[in-house]
Structures are given as structure tokens and as C-alpha cells.
């Protein structure tokens, strides 16, 4: 059985957790003690020497990076899913990769870094927080007004991997509100089978 450590408010855990469950594939969830500093532990260093998390185990292989997870899900665990998780053709794939590489920029600078000093008050310059979301927000906006998903007309490891603090923006005071396409994007993810939520903080104003 593969076994996910993770933070419950982590948006890079919920990645994996989600992927995890839209391939319904059986899987322990472990709680990281990420306030008392267990992921700085010589036996969680020793799965990930960044001290980061979420960590994947499957057997003796710990994958670490949230979206390295993904792919390495995709490519060993999705064979036989009637989604086509991590397209071959050259094409769509350059097109998930972009946007991995916005889950891994944008995004992290953008919302998930606004959300970080609501949720956290970590220190955190908001104002340019905000304005990267917002800029990202209307990138997404324009191109999923003519497809469904981020890759394309189905859903890959693209959506999976920029859904969750696309979501939780409002939680950073980023609202939603202004892009109808981004908001109807998020409701095809949230109706995919085997979908499930990342935790709410208690915090955030904006809708």
C-alpha cells in the first residue's frame, strides 16, 4: 500500500492526496507533525533530504515533490484509467509540463504565497502576492474560455497539480469572483470521480 506523509493545509499535499484518490488507489495517510518540526528529523531527511513534504512511499521508492508524485503516479499507477492522465503525444505533453512549471512559479508566488500569510503569517510582501495572482488568474481565465482543462479538452496531471491553491485563493483574500471560466474549471475537477477537498482554514475574506 502506498503511504503519503502530509500536512493537512499543505496545497503541495493535497496535489498528491487528490491524484491519489481520483486513481483510487489504496493509501495511508500520515500526518506530519510539520509545527514540532518532524519533517527536519534524521528519519524523515532520510525519505527527502530537502525536508519537505508531501514524501510518497510504494514499497522501498520514496518520490519526493509534489509534482514529481504526480508524474510518478501517472506514469506507473494510471495505466488502464479511461483518463489519459499524462498524455504521449509530444504535443499535449510540452502543454502539461507548462503548466507544472506554472504550479511550480505562478502559482506558488501568486496565491499560495498570499494564502501563506493569512493561513501562517509568514512574512509575506501581500500586495505583490496578490497582484501575481491576479495576473495568473487572468492568464487562466482567457485560456479556459476555450477549453475545458489546462492541457485540453480532459483533464490531466496539469489541473491536479494547479487545483488546489487555484481553489484556496480566497483563503489569501485572492477572490474567484472575476473569472467565471477559472471557477467553472475548478467544478469540473471538484465533479471528477474519487474528488476529495483539501482541508479550510478558518481564514480569508475574499469570495
Known amino acids: 500500500m502506498l503511504k503519503l506523509y502530509r500536512f493537512a493545509l499543505s496545497g503541495h499535499c493535497h496535489r498528491a492526496e487528490l491524484f491519489i484518490s481520483l486513481l483510487q488507489l489504496p493509501c495511508e495517510l500520515i500526518d506530519v507533525d510539520f509545527a514540532g518540526g518532524q519533517h527536519k528529523r534524521p528519519e524523515f531527511l532520510a525519505m527527502n533530504a530537502f525536508g519537505q513534504i508531501p514524501v510518497l512511499v510504494d514499497g522501498d521508492i520514496a518520490i519526493a515533490d509534489s509534482n514529481a508524485i504526480l508524474v510518478y503516479l501517472a506514469s506507473k499507477h494510471a495505466q488502464g484509467q479511461q483518463v489519459d492522465w499524462l498524455p504521449s503525444d509530444a504535443l499535449r505533453q510540452a502543454k502539461v509540463q507548462r503548466w507544472l512549471s506554472v504550479a511550480a512559479g505562478q502559482i506558488i508566488y501568486g496565491p499560495a504565497r498570499a494564502r501563506l500569510k493569512t493561513v501562517f503569517d509568514a512574512p509575506i510582501n501581500v500586495e505583490e502576492a496578490v497582484r501575481i495572482s491576479n495576473e495568473l488568474l487572468a492568464v487562466m481565465e482567457k485560456e479556459l474560455g476555450n477549453t475545458l482543462f489546462l492541457a485540453g479538452q480532459t483533464p490531466t496531471i496539469a489541473d491536479v497539480s494547479a487545483y488546489s491553491y487555484i ?26 470521480p474519487g474528488f476529495v477537498p483539501m482541508q479550510k482554514s478558518a481564514v480569508g475574506l475574499a469570495a
Do not use: Y
Not at 489569501?172 to 469540473?188: D, T
Open 167 to 192: 481553489a484556496h485563493a480566497p483563503e489569501g483574500n485572492v477572490s474567484l469572483q472575476p473569472f467565471p471560466h477559472v471557477r467553472a474549471w475548478l467544478a469540473r475537477i471538484e465533479a471528477l
